[in-house]
């Protein structure tokens, strides 16, 4: 049996598979193994490249077998899939990420520290929490629409509705008064909740300078930089402010053939996270310029006199994400809020 060069790990919740290969490709073993045999066996391996799907586990087991000296490499799933033949197998599926990690032009995710994924979990925690409360008032207002009382969306105008649910004017069914007290605390509490999270997060970015660099540009704010700093892997990944745009999704998508250039839609292929709120605070950004106006001569003063407001906002987030990465490679602040042409 040759020396092992590469092993792919295909992770489950109790039974895993392991590909070993060669520094040929040639098969050197294929192992089951269970939770707890892992770590024992790959402590017994010589270092190696250590290939995983990223997946929700794997950062974890990462952190684990990188600290037996294995170089680790998590790769997207959609990354794997073009090399697994046939049947769709945990064999099948070691052996794919064996065979994709070893390709020279594999993209592969930063494996992250113990001090990001409590990071990670406090942003998702209170993006739970977020889609809870709209969901909750969403249904408020569909319910009480019913008995015909209707008020603009948004948790802005919940204290429209809170006033006709607590007056004395006959307008709701007692039945329907309490109900509607019921999911009125249910918001109250998930209001608290998110104001404790988004206070933690401001705090965060006190403390930690390259998220307070972040926050010196237009648009981004406490949440946003908290999202980059944690989801974002290492700036020097990307060689320049296009490759991490395009990292984001907030390139164009390309249909290009024959040396023609084909653009699409933006391509909404990278983080979904930082990508949502990089446009979120875009549009803020695009709907402040439109009431106050756009310093003259300016790149986003040119841009709202000739295109549509959310087309504006898509292109001011993809500059966005590009000074985000010109101020963490640079270590320096934004210093040009007019956001004027470079």
């Keep these: 049996m040759g020396e092992v060069s590469i092993i792919g790990l295909d992770l489950a919740k109790n039974v895993f598979q392991a590909h070993g290969a ?5 098969v050197v073993f294929r192992r ?28 974890h087991w990462g952190r684990a077998i990188g600290d037996l000296g294995h170089e680790v490499r998590l790769i997207p799933p959609a990354y794997v899939k073009p090399f697994v033949k046939r049947q769709k197998n945990d064999m099948a599926d070691a052996e794919a990420i064996a065979e994709a990690a070893s390709r020279p032009t594999m993209r592969f995710v930063a494996v992250k520290s113990e001090a990001q994924q409590p990071a990670a979990m406090a942003y998702r925690t209170r993006d739970l929490l977020v889609r809870q409360r709209t969901q909750t008032i969403n249904a408020l207002r ?15 105008h919940v204290g429209r509705l809170a006033a006709i649910i607590d007056g004395d004017d006959g307008m709701l069914p007692a039945a329907v008064r309490d109900l509607a007290r019921l999911m009125l605390n249910q918001i109250a509490g998930l209001a608290e909740k998110i104001a404790g999270l988004d206070a933690e997060l401001r705090k965060r970015v006190t403390t930690d300078d390259t998220a307070r660099r972040l926050t010196t540009i237009p648009g981004v704010g406490a949440v946003t930089a908290a999202a980059i700093t944690t989801f974002a892997p290492p700036m020097e990944t990307f060689s320049k402010g296009r490759d991490f745009a395009a990292w984001v999704g907030l390139t164009p ?7 023609k250039d084909r653009l699409g839609r933006t391509s909404k292929m990278g983080q979904r ?49 590009r000074t985000a990465w010109a101020l963490l490679r640079k270590g320096e602040d934004y210093r040009d809020p007019a956001m004027a042409a470079s």
């Design 142 to 156: 569909a319910h009480l629409a019913e008995q015909g009382i209707v008020a603009p969306a948004g948790p802005a």
């Design 22 to 26: 060669g520094s040929d490709g040639a």
């Design 273 to 321: 996270d930082i990508r949502r709120l990089l446009i979120v605070g875009a549009v803020a950004v695009v709907r402040w310029a439109a009431r106050k106006g756009a310093p003259g001569g300016s790149w986003l003063g040119r841009m709202m006199a000739r295109k549509p407001k959310m087309l504006v906002a898509v292109a001011l987030a993809n500059r966005m994400a």
């Design 253 to 259: 998508r390309q249909h290009s053939s024959g040396g």
């Design 32 to 59: 089951k193994l269970s939770r707890a045999q892992l770590l024992k066996f790959m402590a017994a391996q010589p270092p190696c490249v250590v290939a995983m799907e990223a997946c929700a586990s794997s950062h």
